[in-house]
Nanobody
């Protein structure tokens, strides 16, 4: 069964950094657009960033200049480098492959003193 497995979440102070990873169990995902979403308590899931197989990226306005999405197709892995984290970045972060409609299980990011 195809899986997406996120890792790298945790508790960090405001201004800190985290790097999330999303590992795909099938190499064919490396040819497809991959997306990071997040969902904060009581809010709808929102797109954070996306990356095509060729490396074209799109970011939500709220994370531009602070977050960087990247991928290593040889490792079937997508990353989200998050810098200058704010309390409002607190959420469960999910990776998603739109063409396959596959979601990961999510990883919790908490930004707090």
């Amino acid at each position: 069964q195809v899986q997406l497995v996120e890792s790298g979440g945790g508790l960090v102070q405001p201004g800190g950094s985290l790097r999330l990873s999303c590992a795909a169990s099938r190499s064919s995902f490396s040819a497809n657009t991959m997306v990071w979403y997040r969902q904060a308590p009581g809010k709808q899931r929102e797109l954070v960033a996306s990356i095509t197989s060729g490396g074209f990226t799109v970011y939500a306005d709220s994370v531009k200049g602070r977050f960087t999405i990247s991928r290593d197709n040889a490792q079937n892995t997508m990353f989200l480098q998050m810098n200058s984290l704010k309390p409002e970045d607190t959420a469960v972060y999910y990776c998603y492959v739109p063409i396959a409609r596959i979601w990961g299980q999510g990883t919790q990011v908490t930004v707090s003193l």
